[in-house]
């Protein structure tokens, strides 16, 4: 139940912009992302609902897509400070499992000045 | 400031000992859950809590035991240590009463090596 992320690792220039995707072979309730700097604890970013609702960040932003089951990151303008592991969390809802992620690989982001 | 803690922050032990790594939390969030993180493979889910008295297993949870006698605490013990189970583990809460945002905070995680 795991979500594939695409791609692995993204290199950019600073200024630039960068999609990160995720999809699941579930239904999903909500899609949440988090970004991971080395050596420290990952940090929420957004969480996008079923139907609609959704929590932006700054520059970042990102879709749903109910019907796909997939969800896109959108880094506009990346700064040198948005380097790390983006992460996906996804959530399955069934009654009991509400807040249970199941989280992707990760996608490695280096921003270079 | 609500916050959630880990202790310790980084461990080493002997294979086959009895390790327990401590997650507290200040947020008094009912969802408590214990990741491990290992290159290549993300975040795993090993057990998680929806209250007191409450605990599930997780993907990977073979090994590996917790127990939620409070809101505060989940405790992660790891019954005979294997040198499979040295990774960063990561302890995470999220408000249950909040069924629009899930939204979960993580402790700063614990290295363990398995020697």
């Known amino acids: 139940q795991q979500p594939v992320q695409s791609p692995q690792a993204v290199i950019l220039r600073e200024g630039e912009d960068a999609v990160i995707n995720c999809s699941s072979s579930k239904a999903l309730y909500s899609v949440h992302w988090y970004r991971q700097k080395h050596g420290e604890a990952p940090v929420f970013l957004m969480i996008?609902?079923?139907?609609?609702e959704q929590k932006g960040h700054e520059k970042i932003s990102a879709s749903f897509n109910e019907k796909k089951q997939q969800s896109s990151l959108y880094l506009t303008a990346s700064q040198l400070s948005y380097s790390g592991t983006y992460f996906c969390g996804t959530e399955i809802y069934r009654g009991s499992t509400l807040g249970r992620l199941y989280f992707g690989r990760g996608t490695q982001l280096t921003v270079w000045p | 400031d609500a916050e959630i803690t880990q202790s310790p922050r980084h461990k080493i032990t002997e294979t086959g000992r009895q390790v327990t790594l401590a997650c507290h939390q200040t947020?008094?969030?009912?969802?408590m859950f214990w990741y491990r993180q290992d290159l290549g493979h993300g975040l795993r889910l090993i057990h998680y809590s929806y209250g007191v008295q409450d605990t599930n297993k997780g993907e990977v949870s073979d090994g590996y035991s917790v127990s939620r006698s409070n809101t505060e605490d989940l405790p992660l013990t790891l019954e005979s240590a294997a040198s499979s189970q040295t990774s960063v583990y990561f302890c995470?809460?999220?408000?249950?009463?909040?069924?629009?945002?899930?939204?979960?905070?993580f402790g700063q995680g614990t290295r363990l090596t398995v020697v």
């Open positions: 995470a809460s999220s408000d249950r009463e909040a069924p629009l945002n899930t939204e979960a905070f």
């Open positions: 947020w008094n969030h009912n969802n």
């Open positions: 996008l609902l079923k139907g609609g």
